[in-house]
């Protein structure tokens, strides 16, 4: 199967060729660099052995996307590109629209005119809301995004059931695949060290930001609060190892080319971790303890957020392998190879 991945540059992107390559699918990536960087394909190439079709280009441009689609004909699309800085999109929130809608309403135009029917999309666990409670299930409503980037995916996923719908009822058009996968919290990095998160500027994710303490790049972590009502008063997430998460997306992208209709799966390991137990498992990885300070809840934060991922294994047969040790010695083999990330 061909797969052409948008965003396939980046942090999950990257990630994700190599699961598809490794599962014997071939890959074409299509990326504007606006956060990454072309150095991870060919990292990418170096695990794989293999040689990547590589675009540079606006996924949201409908022209040159036309020729690259008519050219590459993909089996599958797998749209990763978008912006995803939460606190920049409260900033920023015309440009998150614009960039994250724009980019899904260009190729579901294109699938239309090329007749290509297979569609897996980068969702997340944001669509949740701050209303459900914990472990998320696919089934329940999707509630009140706290920002502008959780409400791109919330619309995103609006925008793709509707066209899915209508491909369904319309005779003269071929009925679309969609596949909607709602991330919980990726980390870690490839176990080769070659690729891995590789954030511009300052941090906003937890792992990156333990990260680059632990290397020396930033004196301490500031912890976003002590006093929720958990065991350690610190907020729980499920983390993911991104090599976990990419090998759900050959899953999906393999459903989604046997089965017609929209359907959602959460990408989640089903076990949380509070943030101080994330510093404490990153110090035994690295060798010495993470500094951390104590400091206020950061706006917009849930308290807690963790998947049940039974859907996923019923139905793709895929499951988290990897636990919180290879998420942190992966994580911090990346980063102690790589102290400035692809520019080093
Ligand atoms: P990333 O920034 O590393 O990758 C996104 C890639 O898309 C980048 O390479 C960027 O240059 C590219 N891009 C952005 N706009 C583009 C455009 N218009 N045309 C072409 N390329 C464009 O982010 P990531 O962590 O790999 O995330 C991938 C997807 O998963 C995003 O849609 C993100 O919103 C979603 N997601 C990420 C997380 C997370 O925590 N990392 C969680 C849930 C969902
Ligand atoms: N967090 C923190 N300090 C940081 C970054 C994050 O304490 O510098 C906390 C944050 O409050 C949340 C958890 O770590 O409870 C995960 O945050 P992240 O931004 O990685 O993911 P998200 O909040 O989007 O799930």
């Known amino acids: 199967m061909k797969t052409l991945l948008t965003g396939g540059a ?11 390559i490794e599962a014997g699918h071939d890959v074409v990536i299509v990326d504007n660099y606006y956060n990454s960087s072309p150095e991870a394909v060919r990292r990418v190439e170096q695990i794989t052995g293999r040689e990547i079709p590589l675009y540079e280009a606006d996924a949201a441009d409908k022209e040159v996307m036309r020729e690259i689609l008519k050219k590459e004909m993909p089996d599958c699309i797998i749209h990763f590109a978008g912006l995803k800085a939460v606190g920049e999109s409260v900033a920023k929130p015309v440009e ?10 260009t190729l579901l135009e294109l699938m239309k005119e090329l007749r290509l ?16 409670i914990p472990p998320f299930t696919e089934t329940m409503p999707k509630g009140a995004c706290t920002n502008p980037y959780g409400w791109t995916k919330w619309m995103q996923e609006q925008i793709l059931r509707d066209a899915q719908t209508a491909s369904a009822a319309d005779e003269g058009t ?10 919980f919290n990726p980390v870690g990095a490839h176990e080769s060290g ?12 937890l792992m990156p930001y333990i990260s680059q303490v632990a290397v020396g790049r930033r004196d301490h972590l500031t912890v976003f609060g002590d006093d929720y009502d958990t065991p350690d008063g610190t907020c729980r997430r499920d983390y993911i190892h991104v090599m976990d998460l990419a090998e759900g997306h050959v899953k999906a992208a ?12 959460n990408l989640g390991t089903g076990e949380p971790y509070s ?12 060798g010495h303890p993470v500094k951390y300070e104590i400091g206020p809840r950061r706006a917009g934060d849930v308290q807690d957020s963790w998947a049940n991922a039974d859907k996923a294994k019923e139905i793709l047969g895929w499951e988290a392998k990897r636990g919180l040790d290879e998420i942190c010695r992966d994580a911090w083999n990346w980063q102690s190879k790589n102290p400035n990330g692809f520019n080093a």
């Open 275 to 286: 943030v101080l137990e994330m510093v404490e498992a990153f110090g035994k990885a690295c």
């Open 96 to 105: 998150y629209y614009r960039n994250n809608i724009d980019t899904t309403l």
């Open 10 to 20: 980046g942090y999950i992107g990257s990630h994700t060729a190599v699961a598809m």
């Open 254 to 265: 393999e459903y989604a080319a046997g089965n017609k209709g929209t359907e959602v799966f």
């Open 194 to 205: 070659l690729i891995g998160e590789d954030p511009q500027g300052i941090p906003n994710n």
């Open 117 to 132: 029917t297979n569609f897996v999309f980068s969702s997340s666990a944001t669509v949740y809301g701050d209303d459900n």
């Open 174 to 183: 071929p009925e679309l695949s969609v596949v909607l996968l709602r991330y």
